[in-house]
T-cell receptor
Framework: NAGVTQTPKFQVLKTGQSMTLQCAQD?????MSWYRQDPGMGLRLIHY???????DQGEVPNGYNVSRSTTEDFPLRLLSAAPSQTSVYFC?????????????FGPGTRLTVL | KNEVEQSPQNLTAQEGEFITINCSYS?????LHWLQQHPGGGIVSLFM???GKKKHGRLIATINIQEKHSSLHITASHPRDSAVYIC??????????FGTGTSLTVIP
């Protein structure tokens, strides 16, 4: 199993550009999440999904869109990039159970918006 | 307001030292997670615990649900233990509050 994969690893954008961060998992996990990590702050939840066709907003959703058409894929779209979106982005997945289960994280995407 | 507080923020130790990282939380929980983030950025789950103590190699995690406190101990620390250690507690469903992490550097 590849686990959770993310592409690209690094990206530089200009203000106003749009792009999609890709995330895929091959563990048949129901739950998938996108986080951003900024210096001095903990991981913050952007959007999450509890299954195909179902998404919801997290703590910091503004400026981002998600969709979940398949169990495996959970792309994150930046609609119009802003310098405040410079961050490291992590995708994570976990099984659906009686309570929170171990999360598996992707390697991260380091995004710089100029 | 931070639901999860970790201390210390930064920690430097000599190889072989016993290390303790603390996590306090303000919400009621069913389980708490300790994560390790390597210098290259990858994040892995170390422990999920809901009571008592868990041990994995040189790592020991303890939790006191009544006091809303958990500790991560590393015995006989080694330079390869250098990483950021993150405490996480669940809010609803499978979502989490994360601490800001403790950056550990172990010097040979």
């Amino acid at each position: 199993n590849a686990g959770v994969t993310q592409t690209p690893k690094f990206q530089v954008l200009k203000t106003g550009q749009s792009m999609t961060l890709q995330c895929a998992q091959d563990m048949n996990h129901e739950y998938m999440s996108w986080y951003r990590q900024d210096p001095g702050m903990g991981l913050r939840l952007i959007h999450y999904s509890v299954g195909a066709g179902i998404t919801d907003q997290g703590e910091v959703p503004n400026g981002y869109n998600v969709s979940r058409s398949t169990t495996e894929d959970f792309p994150l779209r930046l609609l119009s990039a802003a310098p405040s979106q410079t961050s490291v982005y992590f995708c994570a997945s976990s099984r659906r159970g009686q309570g929170p289960d171990t999360q598996y994280f992707g390697p991260g995407t380091r995004l710089t918006v100029l | 307001k931070n639901e999860v507080e970790q201390s210390p923020q930064n920690l430097t130790a000599q190889e072989g030292e016993f290390i303790t990282i603390n996590c306090s939380y303000s919400v009621g929980i069913s389980a708490l997670h300790w994560l390790q983030q390597h210098p290259g950025g990858g994040i892995v789950s170390l422990f999920m615990l809901s009571s008592g103590k868990k041990k994995h190699g040189r790592l020991i995690a303890t939790i006191n649900i009544q006091e809303k406190h958990s500790s991560l101990h590393i015995t006989a620390s080694h330079p390869r233990d250098s990483a950021v250690y993150i405490c996480a507690v669940p809010n609803t469903g499978n979502q989490f509050y994360f601490g800001t992490g403790t950056s550990l550097t172990v010097i040979p």
